[in-house]
């Protein structure tokens, strides 16, 4: 293994090469995911089958990443451990193309959440051991544009793989998209293991689990505190989506409700990749707490202006840019932050229960938020999220 020192600029190789591997990465997740609902449907999978396959790998990947994220605090190096997580990523998408029925697809999507798991803590303890403290905004923004860059290309590209097939889309169609994963995916392992150079960093071979958790410093348990009650409140933004056409089709129609309401996701995504970076160098500048905490109530606004509820496309086009840029606050400073709070022994860790924590809290966010939904009506559901997203706000203004 290479030995590094540590950087003097915030670009270096190993951001570069971090980046792309999670640009590689998300591309061919990306495009398995975009075609995946359509190959479940005409295999004759049951309704609630996608459901399930993204429940149970998402519960697999929160639970690896925190035992991931301590077991590279234990060893020497951290890099094989990411490499191997982003080839069982990889590789898994390009599985589908062999499955028959729905829980060989679920084994498969496991499989790869298993390793989205293995790499994610480790990954982001790596970058931020790359950089300067001062410059971890701009790396973690910079990575997260790359991430959402491959994110937005992938759908791209299996939609114009569709397109090339004139209408006659049949099964097949949707196995030559899973064969065509194994591109970006396998690109994605070889980016981080030729790219990314660690520094040799002293082991803990003797801290177990719960020495470990102990370690974490108080500030950071505090700040989980913050980064949990947002979470709990955080619905995963397809409910816009689907808010968006019940709101637009009593103007537009049914068909163009949904195409617009796509649009507006588009626009999104756009704003997510788009403000990463200037998010995370702002946070450089005036402090990662103040941005993150700005972020938190943002999202706070969005949710107001949700139950607010004006049917226009102009009005909603605006909320779903807010969506997107809160959203790079925050996936690009709860990463960025926690190195700050957290000694170099147990970064590892600390991010394992980080990302545990955020998966929990999309979690109960999703059954709440739809809860509230579906048995009162949305406006109810968009209330529950404000109060947690500012409950969150302060506390993570209280960081010190």
Do not use: C
Request: proline share 4%; aromatic share 12%; no cysteine.
């Amino acid at each position: 293994m290479d030995e590094q020192p540590q950087p003097a600029r915030w670009f270096n190789r190993n951001v570069a090469g971090m980046a792309l591997a999670s640009f590689f990465s998300d591309a061919g997740h990306e495009m398995a995911t975009a075609v995946l609902p359509m190959f479940l449907i005409a295999i004759g999978a049951p309704a609630f089958a996608l459901g399930t396959i993204e429940g149970v790998a998402d519960a697999v990947s929160s639970f690896v990443k925190l035992g991931a994220g301590w077991f590279s605090d234990r060893v020497e190096h951290r890099k094989p451990i990411a490499v191997t997580g982003y080839f069982l990523t990889g590789i898994t998408t390009g599985l589908f193309a062999l499955a028959v029925t729905w829980p060989q697809v679920l084994l498969a999507r496991t499989a790869g959440w298993f390793g989205r798991g293995m790499r994610g803590p480790v990954r982001d303890a790596m970058l931020a051991e790359s950089v300067p403290a001062e410059a971890r905004g701009r790396a973690f923004g910079f990575h997260r544009m790359g991430d959402t860059l491959g994110a937005i290309i992938g759908p791209v590209i299996a939609l114009l793989l569709v397109s090339l097939v004139n209408g006659q889309v049949s099964t097949t169609t949707y196995r030559i998209i899973f064969v065509v994963t194994l591109i970006p995916g396998l690109l994605s392992a070889f980016a981080f293991w030729f790219f990314v150079k660690e520094k040799r960093r002293k082991p803990n071979h003797d801290n177990g689990l719960l020495t470990s958790f102990k370690l974490l410093p108080r500030k950071f348990r505090f700040y989980l505190v913050g980064v949990g009650l947002f979470g709990m409140g955080d619905f995963a933004h397809s409910l816009l989506t689907l808010q968006a056409v019940q709101m637009l089709t009593p103007a537009l129609g049914a068909a163009e409700a949904g195409q617009v309401a796509i649009m507006l996701y588009v626009i999104h995504n756009v704003l997510y990749a788009g403000m990463a970076f200037p998010i995370g160098a702002l946070a450089d500048r005036v402090g990662k707490r103040e941005v993150l905490a700005g972020g938190y109530a943002l999202a706070a606004v969005m949710g107001l202006g949700w139950i607010i509820a004006v049917p226009s496309a102009w009005y909603l086009a605006v909320l779903f840019a807010i969506g997107g840029a809160f959203i790079a606050a925050e996936d690009t400073l709860e990463g960025a932050l926690a190195a700050d709070l957290l000694p170099e022994e147990v970064r590892g860790t600390g991010y394992g229960v980080l990302a545990t924590v955020n998966g929990l809290g999309d979690f109960v966010s999703s059954i709440v938020v739809g809860l509230l939904w579906t048995i009162f009506a949305p406006a109810v559901g968009f209330a529950y999220s404000v109060i947690l997203s500012v409950a969150g706000a302060i506390m993570i203004w209280r960081v010190r």
